[in-house]
C-alpha cells in the first residue's frame, strides 16, 4: 500500500495522454518551460534592482504617463 509500482504510473500517464492529448501537453510542457526559464532569467537580474524601493518607483512612474499618483490626488 505504499508506493505505486511502474505499471500504476504507465496507467496514469496513458489515461493523461487519452484525456489531454499529445499537442496539448507538448504546449503545457513548452509553456511550463518558458515559465520556468523566465523565472530563472528574473532570478539572475534580481541583483540589478534598486535596493531603494523609492527609486524603483521612481522608474516605474517615468515609464508609464498614464500612472496616477495617489498622493497628488486630493479630495474635494
Do not use: C, R, Y
Not at 505499471?7 to 501537453?25: A, D, M, P
Not at 512612474?61 to 486630493?74: I, L
Amino acid at each position: 500500500m505504499g508506493s505505486f509500482s511502474i505499471w500504476h504510473w504507465l496507467i496514469v500517464l496513458v489515461i493523461v495522454v487519452l484525456v489531454f492529448g499529445t499537442k496539448k501537453l507538448k504546449n503545457i510542457g513548452s509553456d511550463l518551460g518558458g515559465a520556468v526559464k523566465g523565472f530563472k532569467d528574473g532570478v539572475k537580474d534580481g541583483g540589478a534592482a534598486p535596493a531603494d524601493p523609492s527609486q524603483q518607483v521612481a522608474a516605474n512612474k517615468a515609464a508609464d504617463p498614464n500612472t496616477v499618483d495617489v498622493e497628488a490626488k486630493s479630495k474635494s
